[in-house]
């Protein structure tokens, strides 16, 4: 499936050695796909990097705003009828977006999960038990299904859940997403992924602390309830940003 009417957000923080392979691969797959990097104030080339693919949309941090604050502006910063999230650091393949497309007409919300495959990924036991019990309380909790709440590979229709109420600026953006995604009255269907442990770089995850944060905002979501939720008022824009 070509890549046509959807935004691929990438947030970025000192991405520059995968940047170029990233942007072929997905080149290779044809289409005409909205690629929005939103640089989190990297402090390598990478900036430099992205700039010399003028196909790509930069948007730019003046300093580091948090994972969840890079995800929402790409978010803002598009308006494809599908979004598709998915970092540069080839942890997770550009080649399974057509796939996760090809899943979206069918539902609303897709993830790509690590744990579907025919092969457990490959990663320290302590992060496997981890997603288990966070994806394991989500769906206690939601009524879902899921089996990697964690991933960084997702995608949805843009009109699936009120995107415009995400205000999370750290990694627990993801249990506001998720909250919203089961507030809205869907499902999460999940894809199989292939997993491959990022051969450059390091992860900007603290994991102990962000899996605490994690489960946390997944409780107080359910306690505070959709009505709540909802109408709080979302943050400010991010400042220092350009395209």
Known sequence: MPLRDVDIVVPVLNEEASIDEFVARIERLGGAAALIFVDNASTDGT???????????LVRHAR??????????????????RVVIIDADLEYPPERIPTLLEALEEHPVVYCSRFRGPQP?????FRRFRNRLMSGLYNLLY??????????????????FPVGQL????????????????????????????????????????HIPEAL??????????IIG??????????????GRDG
């Open 167 to 206: 205000t999370k600026d750290g990694f627990e953006h993801g249990a506001e997403i998720a909250a919203l995604i089961a507030f809205s009255g869907h499902r999460i269907h999940e894809i199989a992924v292939e997993y491959q442990p990022r051969q450059r770089g390091a992860s900007k995850m603290r």
């Open 64 to 81: 580091n705003e948090g994972y969840g604050a890079s995800v929402r502006h790409g978010i803002e910063a598009g308006s494809a009828a």
């Open 47 to 57: 900036r430099e990097r992205i700039a010399r693919h003028p196909q790509a949309r």
């Open 226 to 239: 959709r009505r709540r939720m909802e109408g709080a008022a979302p943050s400010a824009p991010g400042r």
């Open 143 to 160: 009524r879902q299904r899921v089996t990697d709440l964690y991933t960084g590979m997702k995608g949805f229709r843009r009109d699936a």
């Open 121 to 125: 990924p490959v990663m320290p036991a």
């Open 213 to 222: 944060k994690l489960a946390f905002w997944v409780l107080a979501y359910r």
